[in-house]
């Protein structure tokens, strides 16, 4: 199983996280970052999945307000997909969001990615809606407190 790491905005590691994520999100709809997004990424808290060294899954999670955190770019590389990494990233993101007191994480899930969301406990809010083109859906979970 892959180490998750936190990664510090604008290091070198950082720098491999933005192109897997260019690779996996954004080049198949013919996009790309802005230089706008990525400054804006700098508040971020960056994960990383690393196996034998190599970025294999990413996430980040930014904070919306006092009591909520959002989870954005999210990716697991297709090669390591359905090995459960996508899902450990995402319980390392809640534990960091419980240590700082947010109440309840969101994200705008890829419609196609409703499943995988559900299957680490979210519920989709409201109806879809389109993002970069594609349909989106919001989906929430509120963190339990140990
Ligand atoms: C969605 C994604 C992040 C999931 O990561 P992953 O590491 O493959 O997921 P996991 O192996 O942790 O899966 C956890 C569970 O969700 C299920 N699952 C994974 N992807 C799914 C999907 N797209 N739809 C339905 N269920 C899914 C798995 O089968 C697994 O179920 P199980 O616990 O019963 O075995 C990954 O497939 C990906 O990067 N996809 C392309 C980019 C994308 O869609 N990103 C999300 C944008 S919002």
């Keep these: ?3 998750i790491k936190e990664v510090p905005y604008g290091s070198a590691l950082y720098d491999e996280v933005v192109e ?4 996996l999100l954004r080049r198949p709809l013919g996009l790309d970052f802005t230089p706008e997004e990525l400054a804006q990424e700098k ?4 994960l990383a999945a690393l ?5 294999v899954g990413t996430l980040l999670l930014r904070k919306v307000d006092e009591r909520t955190a959002r989870i954005m770019r ?3 590389v297709p090669e390591a997909q359905g090995r459960a990494i996508g899902r450990a990233l995402v319980e390392w993101a809640e534990g960091i969001a419980r240590e700082r007191g ?4 969101m994200m705008h899930a890829r419609s196609s990615a409703i499943g995988f969301y559900e299957k680490c406990g979210y519920h989709t809010v409201g109806g879809e809606f389109l993002e970069q083109g594609i349909p989106h859906i919001r989906m929430e979970k509120r963190l339990k407190t140990e």
């Design 1 to 3: 199983m892959p180490i």
């Design 20 to 23: 897997l994520r260019r690779e």
């Design 43 to 46: 508040h971020d808290t960056h």
């Design 51 to 55: 196996d034998a060294d190599r970025v």
């Design 74 to 76: 999210m990716a697991v």
């Design 102 to 105: 947010f109440e309840t994480i």
